[in-house]
């Protein structure tokens, strides 16, 4: 498995407050992804990163900025968090995007 | 719009009764499909890659087919340790990850 943490791994912030939330890891791995799983949904995509600077949209990128200046280094930032933005966050990363992503343990966010 | 749909929702097995999972999709283009463990808490464990139609993977107790427009998941002879939430997801054209939304499977010694 790749070496993935993310931190904080638990946070609760109020409504109107900015948030990051830190993925890092240390398989040198290209392709890094932020998503966010909700009950009753699948994981979503929210953005990626297919090298150092470069970033793309996902399905769900709405209220979400990212920023990628280290191969080991995704950070995903809330401008201003609102409550449907309560939920568990995954980053993942891969060599390739043709190749499995490996997951990190989570972060828990919620907005109260 | 791509679409993967995980059936059923909720699964509880007695210890050693085997069952299946079923993953059914319907995407612009497969580039593979792949299944994850889920424990409560913890973030997505890979478990296989199937590439196309025909394929089967084996790990253990559990076994992957793939066809056309579903893949199943087979439980054989599960044990309580087997107990977690299995994720389907679809790599499409795009290379872009498309996920169902889970079954959660509970096994009573």
């Known amino acids: 498995d790749a070496g993935i943490t993310q931190s904080p791994r638990h946070k609760v912030t109020e409504t109107g407050t900015p948030v990051t939330l830190r993925c890092h890891q ?27 600077k470069d970033t793309d949209k996902g399905e769900v990128s709405d209220g979400y900025s ?6 080991e280094d995704f950070l995903l930032t809330l401008e201003s968090a609102t409550s449907s933005q309560t939920s568990v966050y995954f ?3 891969t060599g390739s995007p043709r190749d499995t992503q490996y997951f ?3 972060t828990r966010l919620t907005v109260l | 719009e791509d679409q993967v749909t995980q059936s059923p929702e909720a699964l509880r097995l007695q210890e050693g009764e085997s069952s299946s999972l079923n993953c ?4 612009s283009g497969l580039r593979g499909l792949f299944w994850y463990r889920q424990d409560p808490g913890k973030g997505p464990e890979f478990l296989f890659t199937l590439y196309s139609a025909g394929e089967e993977k084996e790990k253990e107790r559990l076994k992957a087919t793939l066809t056309k427009k579903e893949s199943f998941l087979h439980i054989t002879a599960p044990k309580p340790e087997d107990s977690a939430t299995y994720l389907c997801a679809v790599l499409t054209d795009d290379y872009k990850l498309s996920f169902g939304a889970g079954t959660t499977v509970t096994v009573r010694a």
Do not use: F
Request: hydrophobic share 20%; aromatic share 16%.
């Open chain 1, 26 to 52: 240390t398989e040198n791995h290209r392709y890094m992804y932020w998503y966010r799983q909700d009950p009753g949904h699948g994981l979503r995509l929210i953005h990626y990163s297919y090298g150092v």
């Open chain 1, 66 to 71: 990212v920023s990628r200046s280290k191969t």
């Open chain 1, 91 to 93: 980053c993942a990363t």
């Open chain 1, 104 to 106: 990190g343990p989570g």
């Open chain 2, 24 to 27: 059914s999709y319907t995407v």
